[in-house]
């Protein structure tokens, strides 16, 4: 009898033995290894184990340059990333993927360059969570920076964040990122990543965030394409310009010079922010600081405290949006059942935006004390419920466990077309345009025109050049004279 109940006694010391390492969390050492587990499809992707795959990952995308399109990742458990307790020159995670887009004057010519290198797959972080992680990114001053690095001296779009730059194709889901989590560096700072052109899925973030420099936001930094959604920040935030809970920066990749990337108009669809925010600087809002070009955003609210420093209150705030480039972004972008918190102190702001903005279509102003109501619940649709444990001071949560979309209907315009192709001459547009660039394939911008129907290809030399039109629409178009 004693022999039986011993053996019994040990297989079940074995099974919860088992069910315990399952399911405790990794803890990372610093250190860098190879997954061993998986093959990269999506019916069996390569499985994150342990910190140290995670950072070998960062390691071969920035040192091989290699973006992983169309390879599926999933992480099996939770991570501690022991920022507390390694050392200096361990302890900082680095991004995955780096957006290095920039321009230098080269013989008296301001040129284009992009030394970007994007995460195109498929990170799964299946519902786990990330805690302890501390990212610093300074171009200047960081501790993993090389001599060449350091030497540009200028700023980047595509600093720090668990991943640095998520290209077109890549995809960021369920992932959560602990309030023990800090993102520090000089610009470009967010908690999931820095810039983004893919899809960030049912990821929530309660993770500190401080930038000295421009551009620093709780969930992306700059945003210039593919979609967020189902995602939430719960975290502080703290910068000098261009703040936003939600994007500090809303653009597409023409806006700000860079082509070569096939992208749509960005879309953010059931996501809140409910946290603080101190602005040092200036344009800030509780969702976004600067929008350069039309966007979606649907079924979200924000609640989000703005406040200054010693020096006062940050300038050209507002409740909203800390500005639109132009007024026609605001014109064609598309809001509806967005809700904005109007009782929370959002510095000296006196309109959803600082242009002076009282109302925006699609956009409601609300109390703090509607937003927790059972009513304004289901004003945000299937995808919000009651926050019944009061974990975010009774404003609605996410529901867990969503569905994955097979795909969100991109956002889309009146669209144009060039003819003939390809261009001889005259290139003639189906409308007219407001404005028309004309950019060199590296980025360059050739040419500028408005008002117009068509435009002169004459001075150009036959190649490949990418039309911007009303910085809305890109098309690629071959001269051939």
């Not at 011993?6 to 079940?12: D, E, G, K, M, Y």
């Not at 519902?127 to 001053?141: A, C, G, M």
Request: glycine share 8%.
């Amino acid at each position: 009898m004693n022999k039986l109940l011993t053996f019994l006694f040990l297989i079940v010391l074995s099974f919860t033995s088992g069910l315990f390492a399952q399911n405790s969390s990794s803890i990372w050492t610093g250190e860098a290894s190879k997954w061993s587990n998986g093959n990269g499809t999506k019916e069996n992707p390569y499985l994150i184990e342990t910190p140290e795959n995670l950072a070998y990952l960062s390691k071969i995308v920035l040192s091989e340059k290699k973006t992983f399109k169309g390879v599926y990742f999933k992480q099996t458990k939770d991570f501690d990333m022991n920022a507390s307790t390694l050392p200096e020159d361990k302890k900082s995670f680095r991004p995955i993927g780096v957006f290095d887009a920039y321009q230098k004057t080269v013989n008296d010519k301001t040129q284009s360059f992009d030394e970007s290198i994007p995460f195109d797959g498929v990170y799964d972080g299946d519902n786990h969570t990330i805690s302890n992680l501390y990212v610093f990114y300074d171009n200047e001053d960081n501790p993993y920076a090389s001599k060449e690095e350091k030497a540009k001296k200028i700023l980047t779009i595509g600093g720090g964040g668990l991943f640095g730059f998520i290209g077109p194709n890549g995809s960021l889901l369920n992932l959560k990122l602990s309030e023990n989590c800090t993102f520090v560096g000089g610009g470009s700072i967010a908690s999931l990543a820095s810039c983004s052109m893919g899809r960030i899925f049912n990821c929530h973030s309660a993770a500190s965030v401080s930038a000295k420099d421009i551009f620093s936001a709780g969930i992306v930094s700059t945003i210039l394409g593919g979609s967020i959604e189902h995602c939430s920040f719960t975290g502080n935030l703290i910068g000098t310009m261009t703040m936003g809970a939600i994007c500090a920066y809303v653009d597409i990749p023409e806006g700000i010079n860079v082509t070569g990337y096939e992208t749509t108009p960005p879309v953010i669809i059931n996501t809140f922010a409910h946290g603080q925010m101190i602005c040092k600087g200036s344009f800030a809002g509780q969702a976004f600081g600067f929008v350069g070009s039309p966007f979606t955003m649907k079924n979200s609210y924000v609640s989000v405290s703005i406040s200054g420093d010693s020096n006062g209150d940050p300038m050209f705030t507002g409740r909203f949006i800390g500005t639109f480039d132009k007024p026609i972004y605001k014109d064609k972008s598309e809001f509806d059942h967005v809700y904005v918190d109007k009782t929370v102190t959002v510095a000296s702001a006196e309109a959803l935006t600082s242009d002076g903005d009282k109302a925006i279509k699609g956009v409601v102003e609300l109390s703090s004390q509607d937003m927790k109501t059972d009513d304004f619940v289901t004003k945000l649709g299937n995808a919000f419920v009651k926050d019944s444990s009061n974990k975010n001071d009774g404003f609605p949560i996410l529901a867990e466990n969503p569905k994955e979309p097979e795909g969100l209907a991109p956002i889309t315009f009146d669209q144009f077309i060039i003819t003939p192709m390809p261009v001889r001459d005259i290139a003639n547009l189906n409308k007219e345009a407001e404005k028309i660039q004309i950019y060199s394939i590296e980025g360059r911008l050739l040419m500028t025109s408005s008002n117009t129907s068509s435009f002169d290809t004459s001075s150009l030399n036959d190649g490949i050049y990418v039309v911007l039109i009303n910085r809305t629409q890109s098309i690629k178009i071959s001269v051939q004279h």
